[in-house]
């Protein structure tokens, strides 16, 4: 039976990987679960596996020695699946910090216990020496590539240049560097996935997708940073899972793969789509239907540095893995705000915590600059 140390698995991309895993592999597999629980951490998204005895769930924080030591030492890990990150910009902006605490030296840690668990003495290999079968997966972003131009034949490579721009995607690729040169120093048993933006359930509406949804719903403005222009590649979060599943699984060592599904949408188009979707679902007897309109969107100032364009050639990770995305954007967006109509409390819950506060914080006095 292999173990899978899972970083983040309360977050939005970890629960939803967690429930793909248990999906698949049900009683083949163990997954132990390392996640501090900070506000995007929300243990709700696993309440239909946290009782499974092959689940195991540690409250503990990715830059904690001991805590991560300790983990190593009492279970044979074999592969590790590191999502664990602080990971939304606009927070990055206000706290840029506690980003390179996380994302930098939280990586470092994770990548120092690993190494020191599944180091063996000696061996044919000058770099260094390796039980078996071990794995640590880096779950990266395309953010840490930049900016493309709005041109559609530009795109991210593996080979791009990284040219990160907001304190967010700085540590991120910082944190890709950091596993780079332990594969290259140490012979490090590692990988790297850098995936464009993905939606679906469990994300935490502080993103696009959810905060529209939950403001449409509940008839409050739609606020789009500028003109709305930016470009997105939107993914399905099972469709990032797969990804992952296959890198884990059959990928070489040492490769970093990009995955993104050729679907680039500008905001307001995905705003749009969002209020279309809404309306079609709700039923007409249903009060929330009548606040749903183009009427909402509010354009507000933009966001500090904000990336133009991201779009990914996923060329690789097709040729070598044969991995190809399976929901296409509006079925997918139809599936999300379903998942959200039929999770309401879990929205509630939220949204009636430190949620309002930061939301407070962030809009409040974030003046309309045109409204539309
Ligand atoms: P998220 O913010 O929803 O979840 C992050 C999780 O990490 C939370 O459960 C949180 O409690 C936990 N965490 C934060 N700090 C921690 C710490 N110090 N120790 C232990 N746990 C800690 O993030 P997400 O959207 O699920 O993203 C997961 C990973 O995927 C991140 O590394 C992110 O950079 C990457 N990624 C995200 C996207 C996206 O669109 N969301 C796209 C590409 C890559
Ligand atoms: P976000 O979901 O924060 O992801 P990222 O910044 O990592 O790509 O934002 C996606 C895009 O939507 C980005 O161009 C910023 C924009 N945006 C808005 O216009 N309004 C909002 O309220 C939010 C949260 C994002």
């Keep these: 039976m292999r173990t899978y140390l899972v970083t983040g698995g309360c977050g939005f991309i970890g629960s939803n990987f967690i429930h793909h895993m248990f999906r698949t592999y049900g009683d083949d597999i163990r997954i132990i679960n390392v996640d501090a629980l900070t506000y995007a951490g929300n243990p709700e998204n696993l309440a239909s596996v946290e009782n499974l005895p092959n689940y195991t769930f540690v409250k503990a924080d990715v830059c904690d020695k001991?805590?991560?030591?300790?983990?190593?030492?009492?279970n044979d890990v074999d592969v590790v699946v590191h999502f664990a990150a602080e990971s939304h910009v606009d927070r990055?902006?206000?706290?840029?910090?506690?980003?390179?605490?996380?994302?930098?030296?939280?990586?470092?840690?994770?990548?120092?216990?690993?190494?020191?668990?599944?180091?063996?003495?000696?061996?044919?290999?000058?770099?260094?020496n390796y039980k078996p079968g071990k794995r640590f997966l880096h779950v990266?972003?395309?953010?840490?590539?930049?900016?493309?131009?709005?041109?559609?034949?530009?795109?991210?490579?593996?080979?791009?240049?990284?040219?990160?721009?907001?304190?967010?995607?700085?540590?991120?690729?910082?944190?890709?560097?950091?596993?780079?040169?332990?594969?290259?120093t140490y012979h490090f048993p590692a990988n790297i996935t850098n995936c464009s933006n993905n939606y679906g359930p469990y994300q935490f509406p502080e993103k696009l997708i959810?905060?529209?949804?939950?403001?449409?719903?509940n008839g409050r403005k739609l606020p789009v940073y500028g003109d709305g222009m930016n470009v997105r590649d939107w993914l399905y979060v099972e469709d990032h899972c797969r990804a992952i599943d296959l890198v884990?699984?059959?990928?070489?060592?040492?490769?970093?793969?990009?995955?993104?599904?050729?679907?680039?949408?500008?905001?307001?188009e995905i705003v749009k789509t969002i209020i279309e979707v809404l309306r079609e679902e709700l039923p007409d007897?249903?009060?929330?239907?009548?606040?749903?309109?183009?009427?909402?969107?509010?354009?507000?100032?933009?966001?500090?540095?904000?990336?133009?364009?991201?779009?990914?050639?996923?060329?690789?990770?097709?040729?070598?893995?044969?991995?190809?995305?399976?929901?296409?954007?509006?079925?997918?967006?139809?599936?999300?705000?379903?998942?959200?109509?039929?999770?309401?409390?879990?929205?509630?819950?939220?949204?009636?915590?430190?949620?309002?506060?930061?939301?407070?914080?962030?809009?409040?006095?974030?003046?309309?600059?045109?409204?539309?």
């Design 92 to 128: 990055s902006i206000l706290e840029p910090e506690l980003f390179v605490r996380t994302n930098v030296l939280g990586t470092a840690n994770m990548l120092n216990c690993a190494k020191e668990a599944w180091s063996l003495p000696d061996g044919p290999d000058p770099l260094g």
């Design 66 to 74: 001991d805590a991560i030591r300790r983990v190593f030492a009492e």
């Design 248 to 268: 884990i699984h059959k990928a070489p060592l040492f490769e970093t793969y990009n995955v993104g599904g050729h679907n680039e949408k500008r905001n307001i």
């Design 285 to 372: 007897t249903d009060p929330r239907k009548a606040n749903v309109s183009e009427d909402l969107i509010t354009y507000v100032e933009d966001r500090k540095g904000h990336d133009r364009r991201y779009a990914i050639a996923p060329d690789k990770i097709r040729r070598d893995l044969g991995w190809e995305p399976e929901t296409m954007f509006r079925e997918g967006i139809r599936k999300t705000i379903t998942w959200y109509f039929d999770h309401m409390d879990w929205m509630e819950h939220i949204t009636n915590g430190a949620y309002m506060k930061y939301y407070e914080k962030m809009y409040g006095d974030r003046g309309a600059a045109e409204s539309k």
């Design 210 to 217: 959810p905060l529209m949804i939950n403001n449409a719903l």
């Design 140 to 184: 990266s972003t395309d953010e840490v590539y930049g900016s493309l131009p709005d041109d559609p034949d530009a795109f991210f490579y593996e080979t791009t240049p990284y040219a990160p721009h907001s304190p967010y995607s700085a540590s991120k690729a910082s944190s890709d560097f950091l596993v780079k040169a332990y594969m290259d």
